[in-house]
Every structure is written in structure tokens, then in C-alpha cells.
T-cell receptor, first 112, second 119 residues
Framework: GENVEQHPSTLSVQEGDSAVIKCTYS??????FPWYKQELGKRPQLIID?????GEKKDQRIAVTLNKTAKHFSLHITETQPEDSAVYFC???????????FGSGTRLQVQP | GAVVSQHPSRVICKSGTSVKIECRSL??????MFWYRQFPKKSLMLMAT?????????EQGVEKDKFLINHASLTLSTLTVTSAHPEDSSFYIC???????????????FGPGTRLTVL
């Protein structure tokens, strides 16, 4: 089955700096890679996703890159703000397995 | 659009009792619903995949007789934790997806979760 690894587990940055979170996946059949933000006790919220037919996607301060050959994808947050502080999860799924396999999560703390 | 609700948000029960959790898609018809379990400071672990009108597909290690899933309609799935024990205490979250949303068959929207505490 699919295995998704996520790094780092914790990340502390200064307000205004950039943050990068990286994930690798094992199943070459995976073709959908969403990123979720989860605040304490709340539901995961989809912040951006990418499908395997593109290599990069951007939405304001958030971008995701995908390297299918290396089987890794990354989340980039620029100009971080304190409200970006949360746990971020990457995930992967494919046509053969529609359920998401999640990474272990990254706790991002943005220091004002 | 794409709102998913869960009820109850929090439940405390005695060991040995059964608890039912409802997951509803409020503004779309969900062809597939998923049930996840999340321990404190941990990731989401898939328990089962549920398609409307058919039996749920359980992940390895998840007891189907203990975690009963029913997906009777395109807007409602239920998870019943039978004979609950303290080790079943966890945060249970459902998600729903539908190709009819036009956002891709894989896009999942999550409910707010149910925190179960078994005494």
C-alpha cells in the first residue's frame, strides 16, 4: 500500500519568513496530493492540492511542487503570519485507492 | 459549498455501551464517505471507506464487528462503536467526496470530528 513520509515534524519560523514542508510517497500510481491545515481540535481544512499532470500550483502565499520521478512533493508558505501556526498534513491517493494516506504532520509555529 | 457535518461533536459514555456517530453532507450528494481516527498529536488513520448502498471496506486491523458503518443514503453515513472500551477513546472524523462537485473525484471534505471518551 501507499506510505507517505513527512518532514520536518516541527518547524518554527519568524513572521515574514518562508516555510517549507516536504513529503515523499511510495506508490507510483498515486496521482492526487492535497495539503490540509488542522488547528487544535478542529477539522482538517484543504488549503491546496495538486494532481500528477502538473508540477507546480500556487495560490497567493501558498504553493505546492510535485516531482513525480522522485516521488516527492512540497508545500511552500511565503510571508508567514502568526495565523499560519497549525499542524499541516500532506496526503496522497490514486485511482486505485481513493482513500487518502496521510503523512505524520508538521507542527508549524510562526513567531511574531 | 461542500459542507460536511458530524453529530455529536463530543460524547462521553460508559464502558460496554454503544455510540453512534453521524456524518452528513449538507449541500451535496456524497458517493463516498471515509472514516478516520486520530489520536492526540497524531495523524489521521483511515478506518474504512463507505460507498452508498454497499458494504464498507475496512482497513487492515480495523474490526468491522466493532466499528459498524452504514451508508444508507447519499448524504448520511453512520459509525457505531459497539461495546466501547477506554482504548476506543479518540477523535473520529469523517470525510466525503463526490465527482459531482466538479472538483475532482479525489477531493475530500472533512466533518468537524467527534471526540469520544469512554470511561
Amino acid at each position: 500500500g501507499e506510505n507517505v513520509e513527512q518532514h520536518p515534524s516541527t518547524l518554527s519560523v519568524q513572521e515574514g519568513d518562508s516555510a517549507v514542508i516536504k513529503c515523499t510517497y511510495s506508490d507510483s500510481a498515486s496521482n492526487y496530493f492535497p495539503w490540509y491545515k488542522q488547528e487544535l481540535g478542529k477539522r482538517p481544512q484543504l488549503i491546496i492540492d495538486i494532481r500528477s499532470n502538473v508540477g507546480e500550483k500556487k495560490d497567493q502565499r501558498i504553493a505546492v511542487t510535485l516531482n513525480k520521478t522522485a516521488k516527492h512533493f512540497s508545500l511552500h508558505i511565503t510571508e508567514t503570519q502568526p495565523e499560519d501556526s497549525a499542524v499541516y498534513f500532506c496526503a496522497a491517493s490514486g485511482t486505485g485507492r481513493r482513500a487518502l494516506t496521510f503523512g505524520s504532520g508538521t507542527r508549524l509555529q510562526v513567531q511574531p | 459549498g461542500a459542507v460536511v457535518s458530524q453529530h455529536p461533536s463530543r460524547v462521553i459514555c460508559k464502558s460496554g455501551t454503544s455510540v453512534k456517530i453521524e456524518c452528513r453532507s449538507l449541500d451535496f450528494q456524497a458517493t463516498t464517505m471515509f472514516w478516520y481516527r486520530q489520536f492526540p498529536k497524531k495523524s489521521l488513520m483511515l478506518m474504512a471507506t463507505s460507498n452508498e448502498g454497499s458494504k464498507a471496506t475496512y482497513e487492515q486491523g480495523v474490526e468491522k464487528d466493532k466499528f459498524l458503518i452504514n451508508h444508507a443514503s447519499l448524504t448520511l453515513s453512520t459509525l457505531t462503536v459497539t461495546s466501547a472500551h477506554p482504548e476506543d477513546s479518540s477523535f473520529y472524523i469523517c470525510s466525503a467526496s463526490s465527482p459531482l462537485l466538479g472538483l475532482g473525484v479525489d477531493t475530500q471534505y472533512f466533518g468537524p470530528g467527534t471526540r469520544l471518551t469512554v470511561l
